[in-house]
Structures are given as structure tokens and as C-alpha cells.
């Protein structure tokens, strides 16, 4: 908590702070979605009117989410240095307006809108980098006691958590997972071959991969390969799993699956890619695993694809 904001709130407060965070936990959702039910659980704890969450994008806040008076405000983007909430930034430090109409440090058109008289601005704070800032308003002159803005400080605190947790999730995916198709990318491939090479060493169950390959006429844009992507989703299983691993190129698992088993999904492909002309065809390699190795196996997976373009028979 920061220094100077105040008493800590008392027992009920922490309560229902705890209780915030078990909905927070509980919901695994997008960030809005968190920081919406931050800013509206806000109005039942303390005596606001409205609050916001602003979060940076680039120099300037954004208003994430709103609710109550300052619903309205949602989207709207705030200059750090011309506003409370920069203030609240700059110094690291909770700020109070008991009376925003004549205190110069306060955006007074925001607070127009947000018909806010008193306001309390608390950093949202990770390591002592800012991320943003937790805002609740009153339309009544001086609203909040110091245990009000304790707790401002306190949900602030609630506020980067999540924040840092979806910045943690985002990357996470981004990570193994293609941004143009939504696909697993070659990492996921990876990982995904490990998981059930395991499984096939443990229950000698068969294990079929496939590597295709668009061959367009004209460069490949990326809602060629979006609708590629969502062709090759409609013809396979839901325990089947398919990458995209290369600009052109994707893979598909087949787990407890032959060979010649994975050539019929990866024929209705070939078929759906042919129909629905997108100036491209595709080529696929299917191969059956019969090691424990990853590498070895991706490796005959590309042994198969050449093999196809050449025209070579499948093994």
C-alpha cells in the first residue's frame, strides 16, 4: 500500500477485496472483463458515484473500463500530464480532489462528464512500473475518508495483478500460437508431438502426422491463410491438432491414428482447399511415427511433403 493514503480499511472492506479476487480468479476471462467487474464491485464498496480503470497505451491512459456516472467514458484517452490521474503517476502516490471544480490539477472535463465533485486516483503499480491507474468519483464534495482512499490504493493493487497476469497469458500465447490463423505455431507443434510420442511409448497406441503446403499461383495474403486455417479445422477430429508452421506450411497431429487412417481428413482438405478456389492448391506428406523422437519425426513428415511434390507414391 502506498504511504500516506490513510488507515487500512477495516475487516469487512478486506472481506469483500478477498472476495474480488476470488471473482477475478474465478472468471479467467479477458482483461475487460476483469477490470469492469474491478470497477463496478468499486461503486458497492465505497461511496462513489463511478469508477474507471485507465490503463497506458503508449503515452496515454485509456479508459479500460467505467462504470456508474462514468460509464459514459469508456475508450476515452487522458494526457498524464494534463490530469489527476498523471499526477497520480508521476509521484507514484494516491491523489484526492475534495472539490475537482477548483483544484487546477484535475482534467475538469472529464470530470463534467463524469459529474465527479470529489475524486481518488490510485497508480496501478507492478515493481514500481505504472501500468495505469484505479479512478473512483463522487458527485458530493469531499466523499471519501482516508479509510475510503486506503482502499482505492488497496483495489489498485487488485487491478495490476490482473493486469500482469493477462500481460503474462497474452505472451504465453503469442508464444505458441500463429497471430494470422489462431493456430498452434511450431513451438505448440513441438510440444504437442512430445505429449503423444509419450503416449504412444506408453500404450503403443499409432500416431499419424501431416505436413501440407499451399502452392499458390499468387503470393499467399493472410486472409488466404485464415480461410486455409479454417478449412483444414472443418476436416479434421477435435482431438486432432493443426499448426501452421511456416508461411505456407502447416502440420497436422493425429493421435492414436495410422497412416492410412489420417490420409482420408487429410483428402476431404485437399478436396475443400480445391473447391473453394482461393488460387492456391496444396500438397500433403502423411507419415506414421515409429520412434520417440520429435525431430525425427518432423523430419520424416518433410520427407514425406517433397516426396508428394515430386508425385512419389506414399510408403
Known amino acids: 500500500m502506498e504511504e500516506g493514503t490513510g488507515r487500512v480499511p477495516d475487516a469487512e472492506r478486506l472481506l ?22 474491478a470497477s463496478t464491485r468499486a461503486l458497492s464498496l ?14 496515454e491512459l485509456r479508459i479500460r473500463a467505467a462504470s456508474g456516472a462514468a460509464a459514459g467514458t469508456r475508450e476515452q484517452r487522458l494526457h ?4 489527476l490521474s498523471g499526477l497520480a503517476v508521476m509521484t507514484r502516490a494516491v491523489q484526492r480532489s475534495d472539490d ?3 483544484d487546477d490539477r484535475v482534467d475538469r472535463a472529464l470530470c463534467a462528464r463524469m459529474h465527479a465533485t470529489s475524486v481518488v ?8 512500473t505504472a501500468l495505469g491507474v484505479f479512478k473512483v468519483v463522487s458527485s458530493e464534495r469531499a466523499a471519501f475518508s482516508d479509510e475510503d482512499v486506503s482502499l482505492v490504493a488497496v483495489l489498485a493493487d487488485v487491478v495490476a495483478a490482473a493486469v500482469v497476469y493477462a500481460q503474462h497469458v497474452d505472451a504465453e500465447r503469442a508464444s505458441r500460437f500463429d ?23 506408453r500404450y503403443g497406441d499409432p500416431l499419424a502426422v ?32 493443426a499448426f501452421r508452421i511456416g508461411g505456407d506450411t502447416f502440420a497436422i497431429v493425429f493421435p492414436n491414428t495410422s497412416a492410412e487412417a489420417a490420409r482420408v481428413p487429410v483428402a476431404r482438405f485437399v478436396d475443400a482447399v480445391t473447391r473453394a478456389r482461393l488460387g492456391a492448391g496444396v500438397t500433403v506428406g502423411v507419415v ?27 510408403a
Open 16 to 37: 469483500a477485496v478477498i472476495a474480488l479476487q476470488s471473482a477475478i480468479l474465478a472468471l479467467r476471462r479477458e482483461l475487460d472483463d476483469v477490470l469492469h467487474l
Open 210 to 241: 501431416a505436413f501440407a503446403e499451399l502452392e499458390p499461383t499468387d503470393p499467399t495474403t493472410a486472409d488466404t491463410s485464415r480461410e486455409v486455417a479454417a478449412l483444414l479445422r472443418g476436416c479434421i477430429r477435435s482431438i486432432d491438432a
Open 179 to 201: 497471430d494470422v490463423t489462431g493456430l498452434s505455431n511450431r513451438r505448440g507443434l513441438d510440444e504437442k508431438l512430445a505429449l503423444e510420442l509419450e503416449r504412444r511409448r
Open 121 to 128: 486516483c490510485a497508480p496501478v503499480l507492478h515493481f514500481g
Open 288 to 314: 506414421e511415427a515409429t520412434g520417440d523422437s520429435p525431430s525425427d519425426l518432423i523430419a520424416d513428415a518433410e520427407a514425406a511433403l517433397q516426396a508428394a511434390k515430386r508425385g512419389d507414391a506414399p
Open 100 to 102: 475537482a471544480a477548483h
Open 46 to 59: 465505497l461511496p462513489a458515484t463511478g469508477a474507471v480503470v485507465e490503463i497506458f497505451d503508449g503515452e
Open 80 to 83: 498524464r500530464d494534463a490530469s
